[in-house]
T-cell receptor, first 113, second 113 residues
């Protein structure tokens, strides 16, 4: 699996867009980028994933650079409830029922009122 | 609410004892994953079951074992407990044929005294 690098912490003002970067310069062509978050001591929550195209859902947008070596998770209008640790995970997609997630240290995002 | 349930929520026990943690996956999900989160190790994958069979193993100690039953619920058994086993234990489930979109339960907090 490709290694990912994320800043350890970030702050964002409430109501502004939170942009969380992730570097995955060794990513392979068949590896997806997944984002999860963990709000204090709760179970991690799936946010979004993508391969090469930008993706958007009701929670966030994922922007992947053309060379796929980095990506940015965007929370368009951050609220206090978005304060959490955000994990960027890169993994080959399989349908073989063997999809363990390897969590790094993530980015601790704090939303400031 | 992810649809994954875990019991008990909290467990306090003494060193040397044995405990069983229980997980019920989301309706229809065949895969169950167990993760351990301790303060110094972060989130670590332990083991995965798929439709009753062990599919992948991570950093699971020999004192730990798991199984998935015909009704798809899973149990994680921890024996000869040590102080270092104190952690949050999460169970996750995923839909058949989907990669890394896993749905996590609220966790069981184990404290070994």
């Amino acid at each position: 699996d490709a290694k990912t690098t994320q800043p350890p912490s970030m702050d964002c003002a409430e109501g502004r867009a939170a942009n969380l970067p992730c570097n995955h310069s060794t990513i392979s062509g068949n590896e997806y980028v997944y984002w999860y978050r963990q709000i204090h001591s709760q179970g991690p929550q799936y946010i979004i994933h993508g391969l090469k195209n930008n993706e958007t859902n009701e929670m966030a947008s994922l922007i992947i650079t053309e060379d796929r070596k980095s990506s940015t998770l965007i929370l368009p209008h951050a609220t206090l409830r978005d304060t959490a640790v955000y994990y960027c995970i890169v993994r080959v997609a399989t349908n073989f029922g063997n999809e363990k997630l390897t969590f790094g240290t993530g980015t601790r995002l704090t939303i400031i009122p | 609410d992810s649809g994954v349930t875990q019991t008990p929520k909290h467990l306090i026990t003494a060193t040397g004892q044995r405990v069983t943690l229980r997980c019920s996956p989301r309706s229809g999900d065949l895969s169950v994953y167990w993760y351990q989160q301790s303060l110094d190790q972060g989130l670590q994958f332990l083991i995965q079951y798929y439709n009753g069979e062990e599919r992948a193993k991570g950093n699971i100690l020999e004192r730990f074992s798991a199984q998935q039953f015909p009704d798809l619920h899973s149990e994680l058994n921890l024996s000869s407990l040590e102080l270092g086993d104190s952690a949050l234990y999460f169970c996750a489930s995923s839909p058949t044929g989907t990669s890394y979109e896993q749905y996590f339960g609220p966790g069981t907090r184990l404290t070994v005294t």
